[in-house]
């Protein structure tokens, strides 16, 4: 089936620790990114990525690093856990010249 | 700043008709988005509207006047898988998206 993967789909973290959030895409779509959706706010863009190899921040991008190291992949790193930085977390993309985002399941992250 | 208004939570019946509203001050403007959100799921995309004017899609329409940064989201012969969260979006002059909180929509029998 077409479409965005993020995992893991949940996870209780420790504050400190590394974590790693994966999305794969399988619509060879150019524009990656991440949101962060946190209760009576919009969602809140973290990274992004507009082709393979390059990456750029958004809104909020401390405390989070991303890779693109192809069309595929676009992984966002937690390198220090902290308590605000527990959020459900969307992974999306986009085709070139579209506009309309498709979005992965997201990942609910607790950080104790 | 940039901005996005709309309600936090409205209610409905079954049936009836909805207007879900959205201000919006942004940094220039190159198209609204409305998507909708399942509660513990992901946001799927609704309309897009970049000129003024109405956009009909089945039982779902979207409005938009650009002179008075308003948008509105009409919602027809509402059935109870209507209840999600609806989320109002726009492009910038940057080509970013400014997302609103989202609005609560529930269904009543």
Known sequence: ???ITQAPTSQILAAGRRM???CTQDMRHN???WYRQDLGLGLRLIHYSNTAGTTGKGEVPDGYSVSR????DFPL???SAVPSQTSVYFCASSDSGANVLTFGAGSRLTVL | GQNI???TEMTATE???VQINCTYQT?????????????GEAPTFLSYNVLDGLEEKGRFSSFLSRSKGYSYLLLKELQMKDSASYLCAVMDSNYQLIWGAGTKLIIKP
């Open chain 1, 77 to 79: 790193t937690l390198a």
């Open chain 2, 5 to 7: 208004d709309q309600p």
């Open chain 2, 27 to 39: 940094s220039g403007f190159n198209g609204l988005f409305w998507y909708q959100q399942h509660a």
């Open chain 2, 15 to 17: 049936g009836a008709i």
């Open chain 1, 20 to 22: 790693t959030l994966r």
């Open chain 1, 1 to 3: 089936i077409a479409g």
């Open chain 1, 69 to 72: 190291a192809n069309t595929d």
């Open chain 1, 31 to 33: 524009a990656m990114y």
